[in-house]
């Protein structure tokens, strides 16, 4: 969390160590975020029906990639045998990767194919896969429990359907549109993306308040679909191969158009990957990482794809930070000598180029705040710090083995979910981030210790000693404004008391130069002070005040705690904390934007 400090440089939140050139090497794909596609659909497609199903498979592939050209586009599949692996091979012959998601072990899972011809097929697609993840078995699972179909089986095909909703942007359903008690089935995935619910895994009071809350992780492709059986039809009213959006809308659930609150996610976080690409090699030479340099025994590797997208969005909130500050500095400098220019003008010399001087400064200063609104260097400044500040505390949470503690929520679900709609598109891109650490939690204790030393540190290290060094430096600076302020009003009050014991006895030639530099005396301060509020000092103090009781607080409890359960309990209350401060401080400051209006309003 930083405020609209040009001192508070993304080398000293905690935890960071020396640039590492962490965007070369091979399979780099998520230095910037890929817009993700799971899929679900049923097993017993109708042959009839497929060539038409793989046209409007290979229709919205197609129109995503031109639509979005700066995201790449990635498919998560569990390859299950017909609608999985139909989606899978048109993706691959598009040239698009894909990641495998199986619902547990390999050699477990292929005993759902009864064939030697779907084996192989399976075989095939999976080494074409980019990645492949197996999930782990359910709590109370065995190997022998799982080894037949039953409800045991179905429990870790629900929670492969849990982790693919969570994981995705966008769920591609190949579904016939009717509902079932299939734990884990098609019907439930897609209840679970829309409702948060899947009977049979999660008990109904694992559902969060935040599932009655307008988000963008509902969002189905639906492509209708028959079944190859007696009652394959579709659901009344749906009819075959019908390709819409479908949300949880109450006035238009089913459209042929992406709707407009998606298209602005999925715009913000292309946006994003156009300013990681536009500076790749910069944030590879000057980005500072939270992962050091050399290994650390007991992380995930998980790890390496969270700290790539902290390090791009930590670099580019550093970026538009300056760029913001010195619009304020500068529009801030020239209302004051604008106001400077008009009290000369009107009480010492009526000359007119002064007026000339007043019109160029109060166009340069429009033209400044116009270019900062255009570029949208405030909106990405706080954007792209807010998003760093959760990626670091999901890639502390993943290196420590810290979970939610519900098994269908991860460490992006509720992060600004209470907020405004648009802020959206930083889950999005932290949902892609932590997919590999989400796998499976970290058991080393290892991962504990190291998070308890880079993360929260001491009084010289972490984020301890940061906001330490901060909270000092800004008081520091608003005593000194409160005193130059002090001190003005003082001289101010002085020089009008001279004026009136004087009176009209005393000349022009003394009276017109003490008022007038009362006025620009006045005219400082308040300036001054407009540009504390614009960049909330106070407020700010009491934010970083608060950071530092609450780290400070979680270190000495993490020393009095007696186990590595006990430890990771206090990082998750910690990550909370954390996460709940940095979703007040952008909303504290967007409705700071610099507005040129305000600009010329002010001069």
């Known amino acids: 969390m930083e405020a609209l400090d040009p001192a ?32 679900t659909g049923h097993r017993d497609l109708v042959p009839a029906e497929v060539p038409a199903i793989r046209e409007r498979v290979r ?8 639509q979005y050209p700066d995201r790449d586009l990635l498919l998560l599949t569990p390859l299950a045998e017909g609608a999985d692996r139909l989606v899978s091979e ?10 495998v998601l199986l619902p547990m072990p390999r050699d477990l899972y292929v005993l759902d194919f009864q064939t030697e011809a779907s084996r192989a097929q399976f075989d095939r697609l999976c080494a074409a896969a980019t990645d492949l993840f197996q999930l782990p078995l359910t709590p109370g699972n065995t190997p022998g429990s799982v080894d037949g179909q039953g ?23 190949l579904w016939d549109g009717k509902g079932s008690t299939q734990i884990g089935g098609t019907a ?8 948060d619910v899947m009977p049979g895994f999660a008990p109904r009071t694992a559902a969060s308040r935040l599932s009655l809350v307008d988000d963008e992780s509902d969002l189905v492709y639906h492509i209708v679909c028959s079944r190859n059986r007696p009652d394959g039809a579709p659901a009344p009213g749906l009819t075959p191969l019908d390709a819409v959006w479908y949300t949880r809308d109450q006035v238009e659930p089913r459209t042929h158009e992406l709707p407009a609150r998606y298209r602005q996610i999925f715009e913000r ?13 910069r944030i590879a030479r000057e980005g500072w990482p939270l992962l050091p340099r050399e290994p650390v025994a007991g992380l995930p590797p998980g790890l390496r794809d969270i700290n790539e997208l902290y390090t791009a969005a930590d670099w580019l909130a550093g970026r538009f930070q300056r760029r913001t500050l010195w619009t304020l500095r500068l529009t801030h400098l020239m209302i004051l000598l604008i106001g400077v220019a008009y009290m000369t003008y009107s009480d010492l010399n009526s000359a007119r180029l002064l007026l000339l001087v007043m019109v160029v400064l109060m166009t340069a200063a429009a033209g400044i705040g116009y270019a900062a609104t255009r570029g949208a260097w405030h909106r990405k400044y706080l954007d792209y710090r807010t998003l760093a500040e959760g990626l670091r505390v999901q890639f502390y949470w993943a290196a420590a083995g810290v979970t939610s503690g519900n098994v269908t929520k991860f460490a992006h679900d509720t992060f600004l979910q209470m907020q405004d709609p648009d802020l959206g598109w930083i889950r999005n891109v932290m949902r892609v981030a932590g997919t590999e650490c989400d796998v499976a939690p970290n058991p080393d204790p290892a991962g504990v210790e190291f998070v308890q030393r880079e993360w929260i540190g001491d009084e010289h290290s972490g984020q301890l000693g940061y906001f330490r060094r901060k909270t000092a430096e800004r008081i520091r600076r608003a005593r000194a404004t409160e005193n130059l302020s002090a001190i003005g009003l003082l001289a101010s009050l002085m020089a009008l008391v001279v004026l009136l014991l004087i009176g009209a006895g005393a000349p022009e030639s003394v009276r017109s130069p003490v008022v007038y530099g009362v006025g620009v005396l006045l005219l400082s301060i308040g300036v001054r002070q407009s540009y504390a509020k614009a960049t909330a000092e ?9 950071m530092l009781r609450i780290f400070g607080n979680a270190r000495r409890r993490l020393v009095e705690a007696e186990t590595p359960a006990d430890r990771r309990r206090v990082l998750k209350i910690l990550g909370d904390a954390a996460l709940e401060e940095h979703a007040e401080w952008i909303l504290m400051h967007r409705h700071r934007s610099i507005d040129p209006r305000e600009v010329v309003r002010l001069s």
Do not use: M, W
């Not at 229709?59 to 031109?66: D, P, V, Y």
């Not at 409800?151 to 359903?173: D, E, K």
């Not at 439930?188 to 409702?195: A, L, P, S, T, Y």
């Open 90 to 99: 048109e993706v691959l012959a598009l040239g698009l990767p894909i990641t």
């Open 59 to 66: 229709a919205f592939f197609g129109g995503l990639r031109s």
């Open 538 to 546: 106070s407020e700010i103090i009491k934010q970083y005040q608060f």
């Open 8 to 39: 508070a440089g993304s080398a000293a939140p905690g935890g960071a160590h020396a640039p590492d050139p962490v965007g070369s090497g091979p399979s780099r794909r998520l230095y910037s975020a890929p817009l993700v596609i799971g899929v």
């Open 151 to 173: 409800p045991n089986r179905s429990r870790q095909y629900a929670q492969a359907g849990v982790f693919l909703s969570a994981h995705c942007h966008i769920l591609l359903a």
């Open 269 to 281: 976080t292309a946006e994003f990957n156009a300013d990681v690409r536009r500076h790749a090699d």
């Open 188 to 195: 439930q995935v897609v209840r679970f993306h829309q409702d």
